[in-house]
């Protein structure tokens, strides 16, 4: 059983639609990451909370906005989507935010953009 | 800057047979840490290993063992009798401790080798 659970683990959804990704961690850590891994791609760094702030953008559109209430708590926010951010979309945390500290991941959710 | 390579895009074995799955990696600073990480189809990320770049001791978990050669920047990974059940997307990554560098606390990944478990 996965310390990091992601809900849902499969979502399809339309240019127009708001969704959100749900992630929760069972570890005590206080980092959460959130990562995207596209066919053909190596894993992309998207965020990095660590003790809730935001320390890390990776450059990535504001139609991906994520949200970190507490430190085992990560959500991802989705509107006007396109066809290429369909992906898989991993939520991982740690310790914290430091070199050397072992991420863990969770499932996955598995995203569809029609 | 980091880099990891994995040169082997695809492997495909006949159960039983012993695999090794290449990992290269670069880095300027000499405190990093590398990592190994099962993806089976089901997409979660499973940890398997992480070596610090002071601890060169090969290491044996069961089936699994790990060889780190730091003259040659390898952190290769053997599976020993493979099973069906190891097919799957192996990722080697590395991280660095250096408060000061650009890279501080970001995990590298390779590009991952699909390993293929034939019965």
Known sequence: ?114 | AQKVTQAQTEISVVEKEDVTLDCVYETRDTTYYLFWYKQPPSGELVFLIRRNSFDEQNEISGRYSWNFQKSTSSFNFTITASQVVDSAVYFCALSDSNAGGTSYGKLTFGQGTILTVHP
Request: neutral net charge.
């Open chain 1, 1 to 114: 059983e996965t310390g990091v659970t992601q809900t849902p683990r499969h979502l399809v959804m339309g240019m127009t639609n708001k969704k959100s990704l749900k992630c929760e961690q069972h570890l005590g850590h206080n980092a959460m990451y959130w990562y995207k891994q596209s066919a053909k791609k190596p894993l992309e760094l998207m965020f990095v909370y660590n003790f809730k702030e935001q320390t890390e953008n990776n450059s990535v559109p504001s139609r991906f906005s994520p949200e970190c209430p507490n430190s085992s708590h990560l959500f991802l926010h989705l509107h006007t989507l396109q066809p290429e951010d369909s992906a898989l979309y991993l939520c991982a945390s740690s310790q914290e935010y430091r070199g050397g500290n072992t991420i863990y991941f969770g499932e996955g959710s598995w995203l569809t953009v029609v």
